[in-house]
């Protein structure tokens, strides 16, 4: 079972900031987020990962809240090529990469 | 520095025919995973090699399913007599070695239809 909870899907204006949201409320404290998304007919992409600082990078913010318990991937100015499936992961840095855990994702649609 | 190539992108079998799919990883990769991911579903573990090692073969189902690394030449899944239930796509991602501070980098996949 996936340790994490995402909505099913969500929807969000070209244009605009996409917030997608995750529930890790067992997260354990030397346990990473990570987020890949998957646009439809390819395979995973990595986007960003962080541990308890707030992260950004080229492709995305993470915000990950006090307690670690949720967190919140943000795409800031969302574009069409942003649809696609998001998956929040969290990780031991001992895990191996086939140790992830991948839930169903949030299918993030992007509307003109 | 090409990606991870899979091929074929799609490949159709009848049942009871063989699939083989084929994994080549990024230059430089010597450790290759492989999942498949049913419809409206996450990817599910299948196989972890290196170089003709088989190092993880936990989530491979125990019969018709097999993995190689060879030494020379790309990895390979290979599913004998193939069931409908087969249908997915299959994806292969490689790595440089295997922790989490190394990513691992997916192909595009083979979706395989089992008619």
């Known amino acids: 079972d996936a340790k994490t909870t995402q909505p099913t899907s969500m929807d969000c204006a070209e244009g605009r900031a996409a917030n997608l949201p995750c529930n890790h409320s067992?997260?354990?404290?030397?346990?990473?987020v990570y987020w890949y998304r998957q646009i439809h007919s390819q395979g995973p992409q990595y986007i960003i990962h962080?541990?308890?600082?707030?992260e950004t990078n080229e492709m995305a913010s993470l915000i990950i809240t006090e307690d670690r318990k949720s967190s919140t991937l943000i795409l800031p100015h969302a574009t069409l090529r942003d649809t696609a499936v998001y998956y929040c992961?969290?990780?031991?840095?001992?895990?191996?990469?086939?140790?992830?855990?991948w839930g169903a994702g949030t299918k993030l649609i992007i509307k003109p | 520095n090409a990606g991870v190539m899979q091929n074929p992108r799609h490949l159709v079998r009848r049942r009871g025919q063989e699939a083989r799919l084929r994994c080549s990883p990024m230059?430089?990769?010597?450790?290759v995973y492989w999942y498949r991911q049913l419809p409206e579903e996450g990817l599910k573990f299948m196989v972890y090699?290196?170089?003709?090692?088989?190092?993880?073969e936990s989530g491979m189902p125990k019969e018709r399913f097999s993995a190689e690394f060879p030494k020379e030449g790309p990895s390979i899944l290979r599913i004998q007599q193939v069931v409908r239930g087969d249908s997915a796509a299959y994806f292969c991602?490689?790595?440089?070695?295997?922790?989490?501070?190394?990513?691992?980098?997916f192909g595009q996949g083979t979706r395989l239809t089992v008619v």
């Open positions: 991602a490689s790595s440089t070695r295997d922790s989490s501070n190394t990513e691992a980098f």
């Open positions: 230059k430089g990769h010597s450790h």
């Open positions: 090699l290196q170089k003709e090692n088989i190092i993880d």
């Open positions: 067992t997260i354990s404290g030397n346990e990473y």
């Open positions: 962080g541990l308890k600082n707030n």
């Open positions: 992961i969290v990780r031991a840095p001992w895990d191996s990469n086939y140790q992830l855990i």
